[in-house]
């Protein structure tokens, strides 16, 4: 990793947050940590890291003891060759929050981090306040009637990567040290504000995928969906409040998080892609506060 996307380096662009490190459940988790309050534990997805919630982090942070936690195989935390079920994961959360000392705590997630924030409140729900789930639901049989090819005529987005990333060994093989070109055309393709994340942005998250065990890891996050559909189907409805915030994946949330929540909100953030993060912080930081404040 080059020195200026180092942790080291980044966590001086944002003065009241500080970098940490926990063994948990086998494995070892990097978060990164600030503000007072109740604590708010928020996990980034792919192809990104912490980094990913840099906007949002010093508002939520003078509400809220901000806890932003890269899962396993994720930027400066460990990457095992297992455990990448999201249930798992979960676990490594879990973990992590006991030795915190948290007793309850808010959780959200974007991306593959909303499937580990969802499977966090199905599976300890009792220390659950109220759930933030950003543009994608946690994997269900849906997903088996993906496309396989693009629809002719529609202007939907073939996710090629949810199966390219499936494949085992060759992907690091073909991207190792090129993972600029699978980042460039993710961010090109899935934000309409392509200025929303910057060369800088998009640096970082290259020096944190571009190793064969970057690449390995973060497909692993893919290669356990068809186990974590299966867990998925065991789990009751949650009854935490929960809010589901969607740019381009809020029909993606309309339509499945009806069906496995209780107390649900949902909000569009108009004009936006699936970073929302970086595309539209402002809006998604007012949602996310207004929803934990009610």
């Known amino acids: 990793m080059e020195t200026q996307y180092s942790d080291e380096e980044l966590i001086k662009?944002?003065?009241d947050f500080t970098n940490h490190y926990a063994d948990v459940n086998s494995t070892k988790l990097h978060y990164v940590m600030g503000g007072q309050g109740e604590p708010l534990i928020l996990i980034p997805g792919y192809p990104e890291t912490w980094w990913a919630y840099s906007k949002v982090m010093p508002i939520l942070a003078k509400k809220y003891r901000v806890v932003v936690v890269e899962?396993?195989?994720?930027g400066s935390s460990a990457k095992p060759i297992d455990g990448y079920e999201k249930k798992n994961m979960a676990k490594d959360i879990f973990e992590l929050i006991q030795k915190l000392g948290f007793e309850k705590v808010h959780i959200g997630?974007?991306?593959?981090g909303a499937h580990v924030a969802?499977?966090?409140a199905a599976n300890f729900a009792g220390m659950v306040g109220k759930l933030i789930v950003l543009d994608t639901p946690h994997p269900d049989a849906g997903m088996y009637h993906l496309p396989m090819l693009p629809i002719l005529g529609a202007k939907y987005i073939y996710p090629w990567?949810?199966?390219f990333n499936q494949v085992k060994e060759l992907p690091e093989r073909l991207l190792e040290g090129r993972m600029n070109i699978v980042i460039d055309w993710l961010f090109n393709t899935l934000l309409k504000d392509l200025k929303s994340v910057s060369d800088f942005d998009k640096a970082v998250y290259v020096s944190a995928y571009n190793s064969k065990d970057a690449i390995r890891s973060?497909?692993?996050w893919y290669q356990a969906f068809?186990?974590?559909?299966?867990?998925?189907k065991a789990y009751?409805?949650?009854?935490?409040?929960v809010i589901g915030i969607g740019g381009s994946g809020y029909e993606m949330l309309e339509m499945t998080l009806p069906n496995t929540t209780s107390e649900l909100t949902l909000k569009k953030i108009e004009d936006c892609g699936h970073f929302i993060l970086a595309e539209k912080p402002d809006e998604t930081t007012e949602l996310i506060i207004a929803f934990l404040d009610s």
């Open 218 to 220: 973060s497909n692993a």
């Open 161 to 163: 990567w949810l199966s």
């Open 236 to 241: 009751d409805k949650l009854n935490m409040p």
């Open 226 to 232: 068809p186990q974590d559909i299966e867990d998925n």
């Open 118 to 120: 969802f499977s966090f």
């Open 109 to 112: 997630g974007h991306d593959i």
């Open 13 to 15: 662009l944002l003065p």
């Open 71 to 74: 899962m396993r195989g994720m």
